[in-house]
């Protein structure tokens, strides 16, 4: 329900353990809740991530376009109705936490270990968003600011330059790297 090219993707993250003996029904549960979600304007994916250890939490992350798309789907009926049915095969409530901005740049911090892109390659992609970002900025506005102390003038062009790689930049630049981020590397050969 986005139009808003200027609307932040938001990325939720829950949490929530399933009742013993009852995980292949807590899993197809939560992707028909998926299937549901893809009806829903602003969806841009979902993940379910399995418990590393027998009896541990599930996440589900789920990405919508806007707060607004997310918002649209919380008070959905399918939703409530998928929320019913889950009751029956987990234990408790989903613990929720939503990301956005410059800490939804990556995968949260929430999942796996295993399952985060390696430092080296978040630095390769923040570096291809931040160096065009800040010649660009530095080239068109910082010129206009001269006639300001340094501290404004740099609290100007740092403020405009996290908007930009928040809003703009990061977003598109990891969903275009995706793959990139999430292969692992190969193993290299023992001699």
């Known amino acids: 329900m986005t139009n808003d090219s200027a609307a932040a993707p938001v990325t939720r993250i829950a949490r929530r353990r399933a009742r013993t003996g009852r995980e292949a029904e807590y899993e197809t549960l939560i992707r028909e809740m998926f299937g549901l979600m893809r009806g829903v304007p602003g969806f ?3 993940d379910l991530i399995p418990p590393e250890l027998p009896g541990d939490d599930y996440q589900v992350v789920v990405r919508f376009a806007s707060e607004a798309d997310l918002q649209a789907w919380d008070g959905c009926p399918a939703r ?8 029956e095969v987990a234990e408790g409530e989903p613990e929720f936490r939503k990301l956005s901005g410059l800490e939804a740049w ?6 796996p270990a295993s399952m985060h892109p390696p430092r080296l390659r ?11 970002t800040v ?8 010129p206009l600011l001269q006639a300001l102390p340094f501290l404004p003038r740099t609290a100007v062009l740092t403020a405009m330059i996290v908007g930009i790689m928040t809003w ?6 990891t969903r275009l790297m995706r793959g990139w981020l999430s292969s692992q590397p190969k193993p290299q050969p023992k001699s």
């Open 44 to 46: 841009l994916g979902a």
């Open 80 to 87: 409530d109705a998928i929320h019913l049915r889950l009751r």
């Open 106 to 111: 990556f995968t949260p911090a929430v999942v």
């Open 122 to 132: 978040m630095a390769v992609v923040t570096w291809l968003g931040i160096f065009p």
């Open 135 to 142: 010649s660009l900025v530095l080239w068109l506005v910082a």
């Open 168 to 173: 703009g930049v990061m977003p598109r630049l």
